[in-house]
């Protein structure tokens, strides 16, 4: 819709008792109870929409529309953003979306450290298996053609992507344990550039993973510096979440002074048990930063457990080189044993993953690529070992080796208080940190289960159940203060002029389903969901409309 169709459109709907003609609304949501993602009040309020974008909130009925839908019961709210999710090649695999579409996801932002541009033949060599797995053809090397790629493919919501150091240190360097020469750094600096003028949101780090943690400060920042100068956001995760926490956020906190821009800390928790009932401290670093000029936020995800590549307990040394040296490593038994003493006595210099796995007592197998090994799904390391006779970490070796380091993990380190504290914060947005699933198809597989219920968790459990935070407050966390963060122009609030991304919920029974058992279970109680002004969820049915949009960043130079 144009901007003077916009405003005539806007102009109508408030057209009182003068006689006036009323517009005819493509969708027109009556007595609901809104709540416009600002953090208001809620009020009860019927929603017009015409064509993608909201066009009156009030009194509406009575006006034509050419669907009507009775949200009675119901809150209408933003569609959520979700701050930090993994469907960039999950989505041209499959394009239902089921997972997150259900949990009235509109928007996810994705590319951890990692991310589809620019891509390379080395790049895209450690996944290789997998895409061939899914039949997956990678036929773009930069972020416009991936974006052309998107589109063409078809997205139930809207998805905007980070450039990652992890990716332009990979495509200059490889996984070299080295830093780059100047002339290497320039050429990353030189890529993020590039990425910036073609939509990327800002830089991101995975500093807790090979070859990320090989990377230092200097290097970050001068990439940083390079997304600061497109209006872009530093978004990270920490080089530690356990023991060195504070001296990680140090690390991003100086980034962003040094670069002059936003930081985003990515899923902010606290691994092992050292470091439980300690949030609070960890929230007031943020704040205390704040006071000084820098512009620190974070995200959580409202599980006491985590997710990520099984491979990412061995030491970050024993990664150099990618996986393929990682796996010969493995076999070569005077390195496999240093490997193991590494593991029962980290250093306590290490602040990779390696370092805060917490014992393998607590690590959970959740999905192989090599389908011989599905036994192991949902089993302990532990359980696998005691049932094979081996030890434990002889049985985590093995099982890398066999699968080729693309087994997935889940690592139970988190304390319920921790969570609940960073959820029921009304500056810690959320973010599933998981891709796009479905119960079905090539993406049916065991995963974690924020991945079907980051969303519906926080307002059945913490809203509703535990009243740990307002409805308000949350429905803010999962839209309007995320869209503000990711500088997303027109979306994330219930008001006329911005894109109809809608999640329309029953406050009374929206709940998660999904558990570590059943982790494809579909999540309860949201009824409707509009992406761009169309039905990705009709009263709780998915629809064939892929109505989603690559979302461009600041910098974004149109071709």
């Known amino acids: 819709m144009s901007r003077r169709a916009l405003a005539i459109a806007l102009l109508a709907a408030v057209a009182g008792p003068l006689g006036q003609a009323r517009p005819e609304y493509d969708v027109l949501l009556v007595g609901g109870t809104v709540v416009d993602g600002t953090g208001g009040p809620a009020r009860r309020a019927d929603v017009g929409v015409s064509g993608d974008r909201i066009t009156a909130i009030g009194d509406l009925r009575g006006a034509p529309a050419r669907r009507v839908v009775d949200a009675g019961g119901l809150v209408v709210a933003p569609g959520f953003i979700d701050m930090l999710g993994w469907s960039e090649t999950n989505i041209l695999v499959d394009n239902r979306g089921v997972s997150k579409v259900t949990q009235g996801v509109t928007t996810e932002i994705t590319g951890e450290g990692w991310s589809v541009a620019p891509a390379s033949a080395y790049t895209l060599r450690d996944d290789s298996a997998q895409y061939a797995a899914w039949g997956l053809v ?34 200059v360097i490889g996984d070299a344990r080295r830093a780059p020469s100047a002339v290497e750094l320039g050429r990353m600096e030189a890529l993020v550039d590039t990425a910036m003028m073609q939509g990327a949101m800002g830089l991101s780090t995975s500093l807790g993973y090979a070859p990320a943690v090989y990377a230092g400060t200097r290097e970050i920042l001068a990439l940083a510096r390079v997304a600061a100068r497109h209006g872009g956001v530093y978004a990270t995760h920490l080089r530690s979440e356990g023991p060195q926490i504070r001296r990680a956020l140090a690390e991003a906190f100086a980034v962003g002074r040094g670069a002059g821009i936003p930081v985003e800390v990515w899923h902010l928790k606290l691994s092992g ?99 011989s090994l599905r036994r192991y799904q949902g089993r302990r390391i532990t359980e696998i070992a005691a049932a094979e006779g081996k030890d434990p970490y002889e049985a985590l070796f093995d099982l890398l080796i066999a699968d080729r380091a693309n087994t997935g993990r889940a690592t139970f380190s988190m304390s319920e208080q921790d969570v609940r504290l960073a959820v029921s914060t009304p500056w810690v947005a959320v973010g599933s940190d998981f891709g796009a699933r479905a119960p079905d198809g090539p993406l049916a597989q065991p995963g974690h289960p924020r991945g079907y219920g980051t969303f519906p968790r926080v307002l059945g459990r913490y809203v509703r159940e535990e009243r740990a935070l307002s ?88 071709p």
């Not at 998107?150 to 990979?170: D, H, K, M, W």
């Not at 496999?336 to 003493?341: A, D, E, G, K």
């Not at 558990?515 to 039905?535: P, Q």
Request: hydrophobic share 40%; proline share 5%; aromatic share 8%.
């Open 471 to 558: 409805l308000e407050t949350a429905v803010r966390k999962m839209s309007g203060l995320a869209a503000e963060r990711m500088g997303l122009r027109d979306r994330g609030l219930v008001r006329p002029g911005y894109y109809a991304d809608l999640a329309v919920f029953d406050p009374g029974t929206v709940r998660d389903r999904a558990t570590f058992e059943s982790s494809s279970a579909i999540s309860e109680g949201i009824r409707y969901v509009l992406v761009n002004g169309r039905f990705t969820l009709d009263d709780g049915r998915l629809t064939s409309e892929r109505p989603g949009r690559a979302l461009r960043g600041p910098g974004w130079r149109a």
């Open 138 to 171: 990678v036929d773009w090397r930069d972020l416009d053609g991936y974006f052309r790629r998107l589109e063409r493919s078809g997205t139930p919501f809207n998805i905007g992507t980070y450039v990652g150091a992890t990716q332009v240190r990979r495509y």
């Open 273 to 371: 048990r050292r470091q439980w009932g300690q949030m609070r401290s960890i929230l007031a670093m943020f704040d205390s930063v704040r006071a000084t000029g820098v512009r620190a936020w974070a995200n959580s995800y409202p599980y006491t457990a985590s997710a990520n590549d099984l491979a990412s307990i061995i030491p970050a040394w024993a990664h150099a080189g990618g996986k393929d040296s990682l796996l010969a490593r493995l076999r070569d038994p005077a390195t496999r044993s240093r490997i193991r003493r590494e593991m029962i006595r980290p250093n306590p210099r290490d602040a990779s993953s390696a370092s805060e796995a917490v014992g393998l007592r607590s690590v959970v197998v959740l999905a192989v690529l090599d389908s």
